[in-house]
């Protein structure tokens, strides 16, 4: 993955561009003067951190004449090294300010300062391998042209879990099925000790024309909600699935569900609490 240094005009979408990164994996670090590349570098290296984005804009202004010693060290570091633009004409630069009514880092008057900053980013801006106009894109535009640009659009995973109500929901799941409704195997004396895992309990579970209408159900909105959440840019959505104790029913849908849309990338399979007791 490259090292990516974000820069551009202040309201420009500098933010949406590094929270997208940061979504996606990356180390972000904001506001980092030229000099320090280089350290920066070699402490994520030291970490073995693979996917790196700093940003440098009008914040360092007092650091920008390092930049070009800076950007060429860093270059024989890095083969990677990836530096991205960000740009907007003035008018919309103007009305985004007077929107969040944030003042500028250069902090005289607006229509002035828009003028200085292109002039002491240009350096910035000549060496970028990427140039965006951002001016007729949304937040959601720009972030889907950043996955693009680096292809990381793809980078969607689907997390599964199964869990027992009596245990508690967990509290990081985007969302909670509740599959209580279900036929269930605890009252079967021979399937109580097994787990959802087991093809038997999943055939009990499943084991009449209800409880499949029902699956179907719930398994077209899960891929809903989870393509969803991939067009609104998100990286990752966790479902839980939850039955009485989280032995049975939770288990073997969890499972099921995991082979019926292995296409979103089911990411992490955990059974929260098969071992945790019995279903009931």
């Known amino acids: 993955m490259p090292f990516v240094v974000v820069s ?48 440098t804009d009008a914040r360092t202004r007092d650091f920008l004449g390092a930049l070009e010693a800076s950007y060429v060290r860093l270059s024989r570091r890095r083969e990677d090294l990836r530096v991205l633009f960000l740009e907007a004409n003035t008018d919309v630069l103007l009305k985004r300010y007077n929107f969040t009514r944030r003042e500028h880092p250069l902090g005289d008057n607006l229509m002035l300062d828009f003028a200085r900053e292109r002039e002491l980013l240009a350096p910035l801006r000549a060496i970028a391998d990427t140039v ?3 001016t007729h894109l949304s937040a959601r535009d720009l972030s889907a042209k950043v ?6 659009e793809n980078d969607f995973h689907l997390r599964l879990m199964s869990f ?19 036929p269930n195997p605890y009252y079967d004396p021979v399937l109580r000790p097994r787990t959802g895992l087991d ?10 024309p209800e409880a499949e209408a029902f699956y179907a159900e719930l398994r077209d909105f899960v891929r809903v909600a989870a ?12 479902v839980a699935v939850g039955c009485t104790g989280g032995q049975h029913r939770s288990v073997a849908v969890a499972a099921r569900l995991a082979q019926d849309l292995k296409d979103l990338n089911v990411d992490i399979m955990d059974h929260r609490d098969m071992q945790a007791g019995e279903d009931a």
């Open 227 to 238: 393509e969803r959440a991939r067009a609104a840019g998100r990286h990752g959505y966790t």
């Open 132 to 134: 965006i106009d951002t």
């Open 147 to 152: 996955l693009r640009l680096f292809r990381l």
């Open 199 to 208: 093809p038997a309990v999943a055939r009990y579970a499943f084991g009449d």
């Open 164 to 182: 027992g109500f009596k245990h508690a929901p967990p509290r990081d799941a985007d969302l909670v099925l509740d599959v209580r409704s279900l």
């Open 8 to 55: 551009g005009l202040s309201g420009s979408g500098k933010s949406t561009a590094l929270r997208t990164l940061e979504d996606a994996g990356f180390f972000i670090t904001d506001n980092l003067p030229p000099e320090l590349w280089g350290a920066m570098h070699d402490l994520v290296s030291a970490r073995g951190l693979p996917c790196v984005a700093i940003s």
